[in-house]
């Protein structure tokens, strides 16, 4: 009688943890003090001489625990980060790659050695690439074209880009420049490739800029897209995460948590096919993006601490809230009553843009000297910017600071907390005058009543994070809160004191506020009172994917076109102060760029 063959399982283990992707591995203790920081989880190969212990924050959500300093971390897909990071950098620089989704080097860049076969050029000058994984080929289109050639009425554009970045809604903009929507969607199409053509080729010259130091406040904006059927009336919501420098204003990219060249139907057909249901989500195909099962687990487990009031109440309660998530390094709270996904293009996880943002800065600021983040208070853009930073974090190179603004105020209310900080500041100036029997300027008074606040700094949230009351704040950020996120001990009392004194977000909160009286698209929507609350602006994009390349020509025409008014109009613009142009630039040179 014949034996019955044992039967074999083909699918794949999982592996206990997520393996490192093209040198990324963002799987590590995020305690710059602890001296597993710079050290990965290993995998399991290595396991059990692991500094890690492999434990669960919720369901179905593996984490890992420091046994060094006790430290908790969401583990995530590197390969997840990967493709982030290619959408982030490919949204800007020229990163093509394998057309094939299926492909696995779908999103491996044509310069990386090894990928692709050069494959001759077109008729037009185009260079092709044959694939090495799948065999396809494609071509890749030469710089230097006329970027109107066959364009009906290109006459139009000048008119049509300035009318989009001066808050037209598209409507008017159709009825304006006597366009059809098609031809003004193809406009916006094109005006997008060539302002992220222009900016590419300006900021490949970061590196040789010799920049010694950055001031960058980090911030995420949120945008809501209206509905597009009766039938459902809940919003989609992308966070668009975007940093500034503090110095000469210059806006550094804007990414929104938004991939559309995914097909959400194709996507979960995947996901479905690859057998990756219910699997933990950093061992997924598709770690990065909102899947349907990812969405109703999200809204089941939607917690929240209500708001309090009181700038150093927002703090604690943000803390609470992060503690309320399964992964500490996710912010998303989603509400099945507002929120829902896109039905074209691929909402992202936000954790994962923020890693590949992170990761992309990393690279564009690998020759500055020093560069110092003010990152608005999120747990996951801590993570992210301590990930990518590591090794200058450690090497005393980069630090990271938390900064709280309160912004519920007045008008009134601005201009007494000023007043009232303005009187105890020129009171201790007074008292320290005669105290050391001089007049003494200043700056010294400042830097003394700093390093008084920080001795004094108050022990706040689960991991006692020390916050910092600012003295002597402005209009804009009229009551504020400090906290140092990588102090090593490396810097004297004195240069601590004014790094803390230099923490601001005001520069990339001026790039929001300008961003939202720019553009209708961008612009707050309110709560209906006859739609039962809901959501909804009247002006406000109906596609997703028109919110990146809006952002995008009014962060080049900030960056490059528009001079400030008054005496500040002699500095020029954020890209002559930082060294990226001699002269602000006109429309013109954006429509024209090849």
Avoid at 114 to 126: E, I
Avoid at 441 to 462: C, F, N, S, T, Y
Wanted: aromatic share 8%.
């Amino acid at each position: 009688m014949q034996q019955p063959q044992p039967t074999t399982n083909t699918k794949p283990k999982t592996p206990r943890v997520p393996a490192e992707a093209h040198g990324i591995n963002v799987n590590h203790c995020k305690n710059p003090n602890c001296g597993n920081f710079n050290l990965p989880v290993p995998d399991a190969a290595t396991y059990g001489n692991s500094p890690y212990t492999i434990v669960a924050t919720g369901a179905n959500q593996p984490a890992a625990r420091c046994n060094a300093c006790g430290e908790i971390f969401g583990l995530k897909s590197n390969q997840g980060v990967f493709e982030e990071s290619y959408r982030i950098l490919s949204m800007t620089y020229e990163a093509d790659s394998c057309p094939e989704t299926n492909c696995d080097h779908h999103r491996v860049p044509v310069r990386v050695e090894g990928a692709y076969h050069s494959f001759g050029t077109t008729k037009a000058g185009s260079k092709r690439y044959s694939c090495k994984s799948c065999g396809k080929t494609f071509s890749v289109k030469p710089r230097g074209l006329n970027p109107i050639a066959r364009q009906i009425q290109s006459d139009k554009n000048r008119t049509i880009l300035s009318m989009l970045i001066n808050k037209m809604p598209l409507r008017r903009i159709c009825e304006a420049a006597d366009v059809h929507p098609e031809v003004l969607y193809q406009r916006i199409d094109f005006l997008h490739r060539q302002a992220s053509a222009l900016v590419a080729e300006r900021e490949r010259d970061i590196p040789g800029l010799n920049i010694e130091r950055l001031y960058l406040g980090v911030d995420r904006q949120d945008h809501v897209i209206n509905w597009s059927r009766r039938e459902d009336k809940r919003n989609v919501t992308l966070s668009s995460v975007a940093a500034a420098d503090n110095k000469s204003g210059y806006v550094f990219s804007m990414v929104p948590n938004f991939d559309p060249g995914e097909d959400p139907d194709e996507v979960e057909a995947r996901h479905s096919a690859l057998g990756e249901k219910g699997m933990a989500a950093c061992h997924r195909k598709f770690a990065r993006h909102w899947l349907a099962e990812d969405y109703n687990k999200a809204v089941m487990n939607s917690k929240r601490v209500l708001p309090r009031g009181g700038l150093t109440n927002s703090i604690m309660e943000t803390y609470a809230n992060a503690a309320l998530r399964d992964d500490i390094e996710a912010p998303e709270i989603l509400n099945a009553k507002d929120d829902t996904l896109p039905s074209k293009g691929m909402l992202v996880h936000a954790e994962y843009t923020l890693h590949g943002y992170f990761t992309a800065l990393a690279r564009m600021f690998s020759s500055v000297g020093k560069v110092r983040f003010f990152l608005d208070q999120d747990s996951g853009m801590r993570a992210a910017c301590l990930s990518a930073f590591r090794d200058r974090i450690a090497d005393g190179t980069c630090d990271a600071f938390y900064v709280r603004i309160a912004k519920d105020l007045t008008v009134d209310d601005k201009r007494k907390r000023l007043a009232d900080a303005k009187a105890e500041f020129n009171l201790l100036w007074a008292s320290m005058n005669a105290a050391a029997g001089v007049m003494l300027e200043e700056k010294d008074v400042m830097l003394a009543l700093l390093k008084h606040r920080i001795a004094d700094a108050q022990a706040i949230g689960p991991w006692k994070d020390r916050w910092v009351s600012m003295p002597l704040p402005g209009m804009s950020e009229p009551e504020k809160a400090v906290c140092h996120l990588t102090n090593l001990g490396s810097h004297d009392e004195d240069h601590l004191a004014w790094l803390y004194g230099k923490a601001s977000l005001h520069a990339i909160d001026s790039f929001f506020n300008r961003l939202r009286r720019r553009s209708s698209l961008l612009e707050r929507p309110v709560r209906s009172s006859t739609n039962r609350g809901r959501v909804w602006n009247q002006y406000s994009a109906y596609r997703p994917e028109q919110i990146a390349k809006i952002q995008t020509l009014i962060r080049v025409c900030h960056n490059y076109v528009w001079v400030p008014e008054g005496r500040k109009a002699e500095r020029g613009t954020p890209a002559t102060r930082l060294g990226l142009a001699k002269a602000p630039l006109d429309l013109n040179d954006i429509i024209y760029f090849r």
